[in-house]
């Protein structure tokens, strides 16, 4: 099992090209909120990219809502009242994204522990296909994403994989689930680092 969770701070480079995430990750007193607020900087397709983001989940780790907003001025702000349904912060509907549960964005690897930690997979839940809500760090315009989960080593080891089978990596995670290695991806910092 994963851990109770307690206020954690973690960090990651991209292994091409510059560029950091610092992750702070709490809950409330009660449990009954996990905020996940992080700080990016990085490079993706060319294009520089800073950008903060704020993920609210509910005690089971399902995307309450999510806030990103750019340093040159752009933002999303979205949320899910009821799983699977998103909505502007305004409250206008996206059917577009029905059905999608967990999000995606492509500049951290904080969001594949939001499906590990909902869905506690254990090996012999077999592969558990997902649409998430992709957020990619160039158009900041998001759009639904098929993505495979399968638990390779109960509440330590998962293969993420995209749906189009062009991307495939096998995640070790920490007691939070937490990613610790994103082959050529990102790399977590070690503690002293922080």
Same mark, same amino acid.
């Given at each position: 099992?994963?851990?109770?969770?307690?206020?954690?701070?973690?960090?990651?480079?991209?292994? $091409?090209?510059?560029?950091? $995430?610092?992750?702070?990750?709490?809950?409330?007193?009660?449990?009954?909120? *996990?905020?996940?607020?992080?700080?990016?900087?990085?490079?993706?397709?060319?294009?520089?990219?800073?950008?903060?983001?704020?993920?609210?989940?509910?005690?089971?780790?399902?995307?309450?809502?999510?806030?990103?907003?750019?340093?040159?001025?752009?933002?999303?702000?979205?949320?899910?009242?009821?799983?699977?349904?998103?909505?502007?912060?305004?409250?206008?509907?996206?059917?577009?994204?029905?059905?999608? *549960?967990?999000?995606?964005?492509?500049?951290?690897?904080?969001?594949?522990?939001?499906?590990?930690?909902?869905?506690?997979?254990?090996?012999?839940?077999?592969?558990?296909?997902?649409?998430?809500?992709?957020?990619?760090?160039?158009?900041?315009?998001?759009?639904?994403?098929?993505?495979?989960?399968?638990?390779? $080593?109960?509440?330590?080891?998962?293969?993420?994989?995209?749906e189009d089978r062009s991307f495939a990596?096998?995640?070790?995670?920490?007691?939070?689930?937490?990613?610790?290695?994103?082959?050529?991806?990102?790399?977590?910092?070690?503690?002293?680092?922080?």
């Amino acid at each position: 099992m994963f851990r109770a969770l307690s206020q954690t701070t973690v960090r990651w480079r991209p292994l $091409e090209g510059e560029g950091l $995430e610092h992750l702070t990750l709490t809950a409330t007193a009660d449990g009954a909120v *996990i905020r996940a607020v992080g700080v990016l900087i990085g490079n993706r397709g060319g294009a520089p990219y800073g950008a903060r983001y704020r993920i609210d989940c509910d005690a089971g780790w399902q995307v309450r809502k999510l806030m990103v907003d750019t340093t040159d001025g752009r933002s999303l702000h979205l949320r899910s009242d009821h799983p699977g349904r998103w909505a502007t912060a305004a409250g206008a509907a996206l059917p577009e994204f029905d059905g999608c *549960i967990d999000i995606d964005l492509a500049g951290t690897p904080f969001t594949n522990t939001l499906p590990i930690r909902r869905l506690t997979l254990d090996r012999q839940a077999g592969t558990v296909k997902l649409n998430m809500l992709y957020v990619p760090f160039d158009t900041f315009e998001p759009v639904v994403d098929g993505q495979h989960y399968t638990c390779l $080593e109960d509440f330590r080891l998962y293969r993420y994989e995209a749906e189009d089978r062009s991307f495939a990596a096998d995640l070790p995670v920490d007691e939070d689930g937490l990613v610790i290695d994103y082959p050529t991806l990102f790399q977590r910092l070690s503690p002293e680092t922080i």
